[in-house]
């Protein structure tokens, strides 16, 4: 909160910092808004995490998996016997 407090402060300086580095003779309005990216990044991180354990677990239990049923699971047509 004090880096808030801080660039309220300093807000006027800012602004004709601003006004002077583009040129104009009257400056924009500036407005300070608590950016919360890092929160963003750190749930996405931990939903990552948890993904990652997921896979690992579904890797294991297909380590040694067989599939299920025969080996050919389609029904094949006898052939024909040749009448001699």
Sequence with gaps: M????ALES???LLRSTVG???GLRHS???TFVLDNVQDH???IDELLAVAR???AKVEQLAAG?????DPQPYKLDEP???PQ
Excluded: M, N, S
């Design 2 to 5: 004090a880096t808030g407090a």
């Design 10 to 12: 300093a807000k006027g």
């Design 20 to 22: 002077k580095a583009l």
């Design 28 to 30: 924009p309005t500036l």
């Design 41 to 43: 990044a750190k749930h």
């Design 53 to 55: 354990e997921a896979d």
């Design 65 to 69: 998996a067989e599939y299920a049923g």
């Design 80 to 82: 024909a016997e040749d």
